[in-house]
T-cell receptor
Framework: DADVTQTPRNRITKTGKRIMLECSQT?????MYWYRQDPGLGLRLIYY???????NKGEISDGYSVSRQAQAKFSLSLESAIPNQTALYFC?????????????FGPGTRLLVL | QQQVKQSPQSLIVQKGGISIINCAYE??????FPWYQQFPGKGPALLIA?????SEKKEGRFTISFNKSAKQFSLHIMDSQPGDSATYFC????????????FGTGTRLTVIP
């Protein structure tokens, strides 16, 4: 987990506020992902990026945007937070090489939207 | 629509017993089936994975059984230990090169001493 860090770890915000969750990795991986985890729903992919110039929507991208500032940094933004975006958010990375299938997850950000 | 269906939602097993978690899928294009283990306050971590060209993979006390014709796969934890208490997610990857995973809904396993 230490190779993939997420900030903040916990955040409380109000409906309508803009919020950014940040992810950094020291693994040197090209691929980065954002997931949200909800009880009873598992993990669902929000966005993913294969390199700095590549951004792709996942299953549930509505209401979210991302920015890949560098190979090591991938940020998730909620432009106008709403209560049903309350969830646990995970960043993950994977390599392009031999072990590309394994995704390495950060420790998560717990977000509460009031 | 859940691409990977997982059961049971929760499981309580005695120490030394066998824990079994089941998953099913519909998309025959899936080409890689990992299991992730998540402890409280941590992110998921890869536990074991299998490809559809084999029917079983074993790593220590953990075994994946894969039934391609039934489109089902399961995780067996032999000699379950209290330290195995965690949430387990099955997943499947689409064969599009994107390496995107579709996760099951998770199983919370509790191993009691």
């Amino acid at each position: 987990d230490a190779d993939v860090t997420q900030t903040p770890r916990n955040r409380i915000t109000k409906t309508g506020k803009r919020i950014m969750l940040e992810c950094s990795q020291t693994k040197g991986h090209d691929r980065m992902y954002w997931y949200r985890q909800d009880p009873g729903l598992g993990l669902r992919l929000i966005y993913y990026s294969f390199d700095v110039k590549d951004i792709n929507k996942g299953e549930i991208s509505d209401g979210y945007s991302v920015s890949r500032q560098a190979q090591a940094k991938f940020s998730l933004s909620l432009e106008s937070a709403i209560p049903n975006q309350t969830a646990l958010y995970f960043c993950a990375t994977s390599d392009l090489g031999h072990n590309q299938e394994t995704q390495y997850f950060g420790p998560g950000t717990r977000l509460l939207v009031l | 629509q859940q691409q990977v269906k997982q059961s049971p939602q929760s499981l309580i097993v005695q120490k030394g017993g066998i824990s079994i978690i089941n998953c099913a899928y519909e998309n025959t294009a899936f080409d890689y089936f990992p299991w992730y283990q998540q402890f409280p306050g941590k992110g998921p971590a890869l536990l074991i994975a299998i490809r559809p060209d084999v029917s079983e993979k074993k790593e220590g006390r953990f075994t994946i059984s894969f039934n391609k014709s039934a489109k089902q796969f399961s995780l067996h934890i032999m000699d379950s230990q209290p330290g195995d208490s965690a949430t387990y997610f099955c997943a499947a990857r689409g064969a599009t090169g994107a390496n995107n995973l579709f996760f099951g809904t998770g199983t919370r396993l509790t191993v009691i001493p």
